[in-house]
């Protein structure tokens, strides 16, 4: 028995600002060509729904029109992101109530034959005790099931001990909590968005597996290159007998547009490292 998970990532798109809707278009024929068993979307779903309701309705709405169950987590474009990264949309409770009247829950929790997929909301897990009860409560229960968690940052750069807090990664203090409800036992595996590059490897006893995003790259004149700066979705195939594959698709055809060159969407770039 194989479940067939499509995960797409970094969609920012906006109704009023269709900068990077241009290339949802192909993504959603290619992820309904291959009929997926469930479509995650990894986070960054719109372009501004931290501040807009509407973004976070066309969003929501170009998800629907795949035709496909589907899930999705929210990222720092559609929720505002941690007040100690000193940004200009801390996350804050208006901002996750819209995420859930506009497009769902900012979690969830499915279980397939031989895994619990666990999706977990990077930007208000901090914020949110409520939140964290579920996320334990879903990872204590989860008997022998292997698990993976879905969510919109990377749980850390490079290793679980890193201390450096930036725009990419989990905080440490959230990344120490999350690593304390797992206790001895680690998630098999963590899939993310956010850094807008494609990364897959093995550190810590966890695949780290990095979507690439679907709207954009961010050029190395404002960010480090730690993987590829690609446009694509990843395949995932979760295996009742706890085993897994991922297969990169790749979105050749796609421009690569570089939002550095794009202040229409964001305003002047600075460098995120
Ligand atoms: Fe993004
Ligand atoms: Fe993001």
New binding site residues.
């Given amino acids: 028995m194989i479940t067939r998970i499509a995960q797409i990532s ?1 969609t ?1 798109l906006s109704k009023g600002k269709p900068l990077f809707d241009g290339n949802f278009a192909p993504v959603q024929d290619a992820v309904r060509h291959t009929k997926p068993d469930l479509v995650i979307h990894t986070g ?1 779903l719109s372009l501004d729904g931290a501040d807009s309701a509407e973004d976070l309705r066309h969003g929501t709405a170009a998800m629907d029109a795949l035709g496909l169950d589907w899930l999705a987590l929210p ?1 720092n ?1 559609d929720v505002g992101d941690d007040a100690a990264l000193g940004g200009k949309q801390p996350i804050n409770a208006e901002r996750l109530a819209r995420w859930e009247d506009c497009v769902g829950p900012l979690h969830f929790t499915r279980d397939i034959p031989g895994w619990r997929l666990i999706g977990l909301d990077t930007q208000g897990f901090s914020a949110n005790p409520a939140h964290r009860a579920i996320i334990a409560k879903a990872i204590a229960s989860a008997g022998a099931r292997r698990i993976a968690l879905f969510q919109h940052k990377p749980i850390t750069q490079e290793a679980l001990d890193d201390t450096a807090v930036n725009y990419w990664p989990l905080l440490p203090s959230p990344r120490a909590e999350l690593l304390t409800m797992f206790g001895e036992a680690r998630p098999a595996l963590i899939a993310s ?2 850094v ?1 590059q494609w990364r897959d490897r093995v550190a810590d006893g966890i695949r780290h597996i990095w979507a690439p ?1 679907i709207g954009f790259i961010v050029g190395d004149a404002w960010q480090h290159r730690v993987g590829e700066k690609i446009l694509g979705w990843v395949e995932h195939e979760f295996h009742a007998d706890g085993t897994h594959q991922a297969k990169l698709h790749r979105m050749p055809a796609l421009p690569l547009l570089d939002i550095g060159e794009i202040p229409a969407a964001y305003g002047p770039m600075r460098s995120l490292d």
């Fill in positions: 970094d920012h960054d990222g474009h968005g956010h807008h995003a």
